[in-house]
């Protein structure tokens, strides 16, 4: 995370015309990594700072209520999900408008395994969820790795639309449009009096989570990091430069579709629940604009990303409930809410509320570097 | 890609290690196991003066157009009884959550009806996709789940749930005495289904089948959310069914209507009691019009449509003591709409709650709600008896037919009830008691 963040200004203004040269940012990157002298320690930064995330969590969730762990929990889901996205999106400059559909594969996974084999680990459940997923991600990476710009979107969108639509054709194992409903394992009976059972699915959420991101960090923080950016700012100079442009862009598929099965699998836990309209078209919308409010290009920009998901729509609802609106309007203005904030970020910060504040700190450090715009 | 096998070993090693970890001690995902029973012996949610209660309901969104205004029915019987002193002093609190339709967020008003506002008991929770999600929940918790506002036949499950007590008369108890209804009167007819392509449309078949096998020529479905039914109406026309039974929800009721005077196909419709309320079709039929730009009467559609019901229709008008009594609370505590079957439905909905309130004694506990439910059997403002016995709490038991002109409504077919098994379907016996005989409701 940290590392990438003080490269970022100069790859991630290669997405527009004005950046640097990007078969120059492609070429650097292979060269100055394997000369590294503390090869070892960006693994061991990320699971300090993920341990310190989750002993965070764990204190932020013995401190609140079952209402605000349940919140907690959703959004180191969604934060799994966002990073997803982020790694196609921001980091391959792939824009898909399908990363729901993942999530629906996750979700389905993880509650068919609770479902029909009730005595299989939850971790094993995870694995299983996030090993579908990359195939899914695999399949549909591969088959769209030659398109690009609106395209992939438009074949991704399809899979947002079409894919929920599976559990309609097969109700009897899904649930048609009810969908599935469970019970999942709460806290181990030696942690009883410890920590209760929405306690304890939030700290797995984020155990889940943060794995997930640590694996995302490391993995584009890396060669095939450098290869994605590259293959993102210039797939011909990429290319050139002996980058297997298609390979690079299928990884990142696979990747990011892990990462959100993974979410979608968390929910289903969290949740008890895997229904065909919770996964619809308006979910990949809405990782997409989050991704796009936290900020491209960064795995921070997911975190807020994440907040944005859970807490704006949570204040936008209660705004419209406190001002007790007609029923129309009520209805639309959590929509409106988001939109709005949406907007006004990206007007005032371009790169989102991570491009803000890493600008922020840069002005403060270093006032010289900051006009990479 | 040539990568260094160490270097990539190294996040697989990470993970493999945090799963075992996490693999280590952990049971099954899915063995929940008993655990402890959860204590009824509890009044959680009531206070010297109030009763707290919840609902998770579509409050927005694409299903609020037609089930809003079953919180505002239920609202304004508790705003009616709470103005003449409560029950047993204690005015009630009832909190409806909007959940929009979405199953995940029914999972989150629920908990945080349960875990943050801590109410007594629920009341009414809206929709099968929706409330099937929380049933396992509020049973684990020990919350009384009363009168969920779908006729799927989970509800009526003593052994799974036994905090659950069903309302609605079910899609099979209700699509029986519309089979029998069919079968008998229109005996030589080619009958239709148009069902909804979820466990409405299953239920429904299965008590329509029992009588219909050998008269169905055409089956169509639609999936909730679609938005229109031209290749459904269509398949029915070619099937050449006279008679169309529809188990859907009013929406789509409509837009049947709307598409066969459209493609000048005039089948008899029958719908099922969830598609039946006049008044909400009439006001569809009217806002379906006004987009295509076309006026016209509803009623020119309307007339003719045969509907189930189990409760007084609004159409009865003074005919009906509670149908009077609950106009009366609705002009005086409801919203500007003008009342409606939907209205009607939480408004007994409500009533049944004070009614089985009143009956768990001065100072109520969780334990004697669910003793008191039994006092229900009478099947108060409706018009077949109401069951919530320890082995049978599925709610309304039947229901009648009734044939709609300009306006009013023709009964076709006397109260009837039946169970949702094979058994038969027989005249229905119900003493009702009237408005002033409940307590709570008397005081005005």
């Not at chain 2, 239920?74 to 009616?80: I, M, S």
Request: net charge negative.
């Amino acid at each position: 995370m940290a590392p990438s963040t003080h490269r970022a200004p100069a790859s991630d203004a290669g997405s527009t015309p004005a950046g640097s040269d990007p078969a120059a940012s492609a070429r650097r990157g292979p060269r100055s990594v394997p000369g590294h002298p503390l090869l070892g320690h960006p693994l061991l930064r990320r699971l300090l700072l993920a341990a310190a995330a989750l002993a965070a969590v764990a204190a932020v969730t013995t401190a609140t209520g079952p209402v605000t762990d349940l919140r907690v929990a959703n959004a180191g889901l969604f934060l799994l999900a966002v990073a997803g996205l982020q790694v196609l999106v921001g980091t391959s400059g792939q824009v898909s408008l399908g990363h729901g559909a993942f999530m629906f594969v996750g979700a389905y996974t993880m509650a068919l395994l609770v479902v029909n084999v009730p005595a299989l680990p939850l971790a094993a459940g995870m694995a299983a969820a996030c090993a579908a997923g990359c195939l899914a991600g695999l399949a549909v990476g591969a088959a769209t790795a030659r398109l690009h710009g609106p395209y992939l979107a438009g074949a991704t969108l399809m899979l947002a639309v079409g894919l929920p639509a599976i559990a309609l054709r097969f109700p009897d194992l899904l649930g048609g449009a009810n969908g599935l409903g469970f019970s999942t394992i709460g806290a181990p009976p030696a942690l009883a009096g410890l920590v209760d059972d929405t306690q304890w699915r939030a700290i797995v959420v984020w155990t889940v989570a943060l794995i997930g991101l640590v694996v995302l960090a490391t993995a584009s923080g890396g060669r095939l990091g450098r290869h994605l950016r590259a293959v993102r700012d210039d797939p011909t100079a990429a290319a050139l430069s002996g980058v297997p442009v298609g390979r690079v862009r299928v990884t990142a598929f696979v990747i990011s579709a892990g990462a959100g099965s993974l979410a979608g699998a968390c929910q289903a836990y969290v949740l008890g629940t895997a229904t065909p309209s919770t996964y619809g078209l308006a979910l990949s919308l809405v990782l997409l604009a989050a991704l796009v409010l936290g900020g491209l290009g960064s795995l921070w920009g997911a975190f807020w990303a994440a907040l944005a998901i859970v807490y704006v729509e949570v204040a936008g609802t209660e705004l419209a409930h406190a001002l007790e609106l007609d029923t129309d309007v009520r209805n639309n203005l959590p929509v409106v809410f988001f939109g709005a904030v949406l907007i006004i970020v990206v007007l005032a910060w371009p790169r989102g509320v991570h491009g803000a504040l890493s600008a922020l700190g840069r002005h403060r450090s270093t006032p010289q570097q900051t006009g990479d715009s | 890609m040539r990568t260094d096998p160490i270097r990539a070993a190294r996040p697989l090693a990470a993970v493999s290690l945090a799963l075992a970890v996490l693999a280590a001690g952990c049971t099954g995902a899915g063995q929940t196991g008993e655990g402890a029973e959860a204590d009824l012996d509890v009044s959680t949610g009531v206070t010297d003066d109030t009763v707290t209660i919840g609902a998770h309901m579509p409050l927005t969104g694409p299903a609020a157009p037609g089930y809003s205004q079953i919180s505002v029915g239920a609202q304004a019987v508790y705003d009616f009884v709470n103005a003449n002193g409560g029950v047993h002093g204690r005015t009630i609190e009832y909190l409806a959550e909007d959940d929009a339709y979405d199953p995940t967020r029914t999972v989150e008003v629920t908990r945080e009806l349960v875990h943050e506002d801590e109410v007594f008991a629920m009341v009414g929770g809206l929709g099968t996709p929706t409330h099937s999600k929380v049933v396992d929940f509020l049973n684990r918790e020990g919350v009384p789940d009363l009168f969920p506002s779908s006729g799927a036949l989970m509800w009526n499950d003593p052994e799974k749930y036994p905090l659950t007590y069903g309302y609605q008369v079910d899609y099979t108890k209700e699509s029986k005495i519309l089979g029998e209804y069919v079968s008998e009167e229109f005996e030589d007819a080619e009958v239709g289904y148009l069902l909804q392509n979820d466990d409405v449309g299953v239920d429904s078949q299965r008590g329509l089948d029992m009588y219909l096998q050998d008269q169905a020529v055409a089956v169509e479905h639609y999936e909730s959310g679609a938005e229109d039914l031209s290749a459904q109406i269509a398949g029915l026309e070619q099937e050449g069914a006279d008679v169309v039974v529809c188990a859907c929800i009013p929406n789509y009721v409509a837009l049947a209507l709307l598409e066969s005077a459209r493609i000048g196909y005039e089948p008899q419709f029958i719908t099922s009691s969830i598609g039946g309320d006049t008044v909400t079709l009439r006001g569809l039929l009217s806002s379906f019009a006004e987009q295509a730009g076309s006026g016209g009467d509803p009623d020119d559609f309307l007339n003719g449509l045969m509907t189930l019901g189990y409760l007084p229709p609004v159409e009865l008008g003074g005919d009906d003591p509670w149908v009077e009594f609950l106009r009366g609370v609705y002009d005086e505590y409801g919203g500007d709409a003008p009342l409606s079957n939907t209205t009607v439905y939480g408004m007994v909905q409500a009533v049944q709650f004070v009614r089985a309130l009143e009956a768990a004694g001065e100072d109520p506990t969780r334990a004697s709600l669910i003793e008191a439910l039994e006092s229900l059997e009478s099947g108060g403002p409706g018009l077949v008896p109401f069951s919530s016995t320890g082995e049978d709490r599925g709610g309304y038991a039947g229901g009648f037919i009734t044939r709609y002109e300009d306006g009013e409504l023709e009964m076709v077919r006397d109260p009837a009830v039946t169970d949702s098994a094979e058994g038969d379907i027989e005249p229905a016996e119900v003493d009702r008691p009237l408005p002033e005989d409940i307590g709570p409701l008397a005081q005005g």
